[in-house]
């Protein structure tokens, strides 16, 4: 019995447990109870930056650039007279070249001395070295070229169209020629585009800032401002040209002005400026040599 029972319990099977009825997942398209969605931010107002502020005119700091566009230039020129008078100079006043050189040094070590004066009551950078972005110099070459073709035509545009020699001052000689194209090519920019740009347009751009806009393009109205003291302190051609030429130099220095204004602004650098003067006024005195060379 024991045996045949011990037989019995090995043949039965322990019964399955239970199993629990599947719990029915939601569909997976299914949306959340309308309470447990998030409920959406309130909207924000928009803000929109401001823009930059207005340019207006303020009088004191016009009238320091006045002073210190017109004054330098003219404090050279009275220190290379005292310099001729006094120290036996006699190149200076013997050749208009050799003036214009002395003069323009003498211009640019004043405008350092400027900008050295200047940082310290109005800090800013006034852009005394290379760019640190983009830097504008392959718009100030052909810029400075075309302005160059430009300058010809108004300067010189009885002379193109009557086939003459334009007049110039000084013999052609191979140093006369070799001078002129080195001042007008190299010498020139540094010497007047530091003072106008690197001192008047910083100076101005941050004691009276201010955008103004024309077709799309934005720049400090302080580069406009120095645009119409740079073509003002070329009006002695009132009195030695003629009249619609000596209008014409008044437009052109003026745009130039600008120009220079908005590559300084943009480049944060003289160097663009520098370029497009010294192209300028380079490609202007090639077209003048050749042309007093064929004509004369």
């Known amino acids: 019995m024991s045996e045949r029972a011990a ?35 309130p909207a924000q107002p928009v803000t929109v930056a401001p ?63 400027a900008i050295a004066i200047t940082r310290r009551v109005v800090p800013a950078d006034y852009g005394l070295h290379l760019p640190r972005g983009n830097g504008y110099i392959v718009p100030a070459i052909y810029w400075g070229i075309a302005f160059g073709f430009i300058m010809t035509l108004v300067d010189y545009g009885p002379n193109i169209l009557a086939h003459t020699a334009p007049k110039f001052d000084d013999p052609l000689t191979r140093p006369n020629v070799i001078g002129w194209l080195f001042f007008q090519g190299v ?24 955008k103004v806009h024309f077709r799309g393009f934005e720049m400090n109205g302080a580069g406009v401002v120095v645009a119409v003291i740079f073509a003002l302190a070329h009006m002695g051609s009132f009195i030695t040209e003629a009249f ?44 003048l040599f050749a042309m007093i060379a064929s004509w004369r």
């Open 244 to 287: 619609l030429v000596a209008l014409g130099q008044q437009v052109y220095a003026f745009a130039l002005g600008v120009l220079y204004a908005y590559w300084f602004e943009k480049s944060k650098s003289v160097l663009a400026p520098i370029v497009g003067h010294n192209l300028s006024n380079l490609t202007e005195y090639i077209l």
């Open 187 to 210: 010498y020139v920019g540094p010497t007047e585009e530091i003072l106008f740009r690197g001192l008047l347009v910083t100076y101005l751009a941050t004691t009276m800032p201010g």
């Open 51 to 113: 823009s930059a502020s207005r340019f207006h005119l303020r009088p004191v700091p016009i009238f320091m650039v006045i002073l210190l566009g017109f004054g330098i230039p003219l404090l050279a020129g009275l220190l290379i007279d005292f310099a001729g008078d006094h120290m036996r100079l006699p190149s200076v006043h013997g050749s208009k070249l050799a003036y214009l050189y002395f003069h323009h040094g003498v211009q640019l070590i004043l405008a350092l001395i």
């Open 7 to 41: 037989a019995d319990f090995r043949d039965q099977k322990p019964p399955k447990p239970k199993e629990a009825p599947p719990v029915s997942e939601p569909a997976k398209d299914a949306s959340p109870p309308a309470e447990s969605q998030a409920k959406p931010a």
